[in-house]
């Protein structure tokens, strides 16, 4: 199998920045829409316009012509940017590219199609349970616009109006704000015509968004309760992330020694403890800011027993050995090559490390060669910078109301130096 990349390439008659990572002997092509417009743009009044945004577009997509090709459309918003992207047999690639530029491209501000999206988006307002977000996004977020949810509140959705949407759109789908990214089973012909299409794609020039960065790492600890009546108690510990110090594929393999796999340190925690269960690890990734989470669920009157076994897990993660690292490593390296398999899924990933991370030149090879390089002595300077006090925010949801907050600050500020 070859693969090669080319160079951030921006056409020169539509401005709009396109990435291309030909597969050979892949069976798809996915190409994608990749717009810097997530729940964070929106103003605290219109939260929930850019989810409203991407519903009015997806819904008035030719659904029919994507299906006679045998093509899988979907889209997403999330915090940082919204995405459409269509997944198809690599001889379909002229009839994708002719419906998948004309959606965005030529919208049809239809009122009725607005009312019906709207009401869909308050129905799905309705049936979510919005406490646990809303606590988890003030304690993380404060009152920084990654605190919205992506969906908007009831309130905020009903005040919406067509001409909104309009104007969000004029905002924010523009030039320097659109993305073009295409992986698959292509030739050096198939970018050619996938560039025609591009040179005709007429997108406001607007400005390039900038986004105001939250601040990490000056925590209390921040610490909320989200009481109600079981037994059982939900335990969430985060710990701030501030990729201008500390590397991002160093903590993609140190969150999988902690709590990513079957084998990991959480995972033989639980095994052996049997006061705790479901414990695990994963990173919250943004643009500018990320935090690492260790979760986990336990009997109330076992609670600062099992706080004291995740913090000797955070010391032991902090003095890794080598066997771990020999272990989690083929994940990240050897198995690599599976994001080839599945072209949606690695369109994702190629546009989220280039176009909105800043990484100029990834390739495969590139990110192995990282994952390769990662010693003992840097994935334990890593934790040791991660896992401190002023990182710290906890969320503990179920009967807490014989956890003293004090208590907890105080056993925190004693065991994450």
Request: overall charge neutral.
């Amino acid at each position: 199998m070859r693969f090669f990349i080319l160079e951030h390439y921006i056409n020169p008659k539509s401005q709009i920045s396109t990435y291309f990572y030909p597969i050979e002997n892949a069976q798809s092509v996915t190409i994608g829409w990749y717009i810097r417009c997530g729940s964070r743009n929106d103003s605290i009044e219109k939260r929930g316009i850019s989810y409203l945004l991407e519903r009015f577009l997806y819904s008035s997509t030719p659904h029919y012509e994507f299906e006679k090709i045998g093509g899988i459309f979907d889209a997403i918003t999330d915090k940082d940017y919204t995405r459409f992207s269509l997944k198809f047999h690599p001889k379909y690639l002229h009839n994708a590219l002719n419906c998948f530029f004309d959606f965005i491209l030529k919208s049809d501000w239809n009122q009725e199609k607005f009312n019906i999206q709207k009401d869909l988006q308050l129905r799905e307002i309705e049936r979510s349970d919005m406490r646990y977000d809303k606590m988890l996004g003030s304690l993380l977020w404060n009152d920084h616009s990654l605190s919205y949810p992506v969906i908007g509140t009831k309130k905020t959705v009903l005040n919406l109006r067509l001409n909104d949407l309009i104007s969000h759109k004029n905002r924010y789908y523009t030039q320097k704000n659109v993305a073009f990214f295409a992986a698959g089973n292509f030739d050096e012909n198939k970018i050619v015509l996938m560039n025609e299409f591009l040179s005709n794609a007429e997108f406001p020039c607007g400005v390039k968004e900038s986004f105001q960065a939250p601040k990490i790492g000056e925590r209390k600890p921040d610490i909320k309760f989200l009481n109600y009546a079981d037994n059982e108690l939900e335990v969430a510990l985060y710990f701030d992330l501030n990729f201008n110090v500390v590397n991002r594929d160093c903590v993609t393999l140190l969150n999988s020694i902690l709590g990513e796999g079957e084998l990991s340190c959480l995972s033989s925690c639980c095994y052996k403890s049997k006061c705790m269960y479901n414990a695990y690890s994963f990173v919250s990734t943004h643009i500018d800011s990320a935090v690492l989470c260790i979760n986990y669920h336990v009997k109330a009157h076992d609670f600062w027993m099992s706080l004291n076994m995740i913090i000797e897990q955070i010391e032991r993660i902090k003095k890794c050995k080598e066997e771990s690292l020999a272990y989690n490593k083929p994940f990240f390296m050897d198995n690599m090559w599976f994001w080839l398999e599945d072209t949606r899924q690695f369109n994702d990933y190629f546009a989220w490390n280039t176009y909105f991370c800043g990484s100029e030149n990834f390739t495969i090879e590139q990110k192995i060669e990282s994952f390769k390089n990662i010693s003992c002595d840097e994935l334990n300077k890593t934790a040791n910078t991660i896992f401190r006090f002023c990182n710290t925010s906890v969320l503990i949801c179920g009967q807490t109301n014989k956890i003293d907050k004090t208590e907890l600050n105080d056993f925190l500020r004693n065991n994450l130096k």
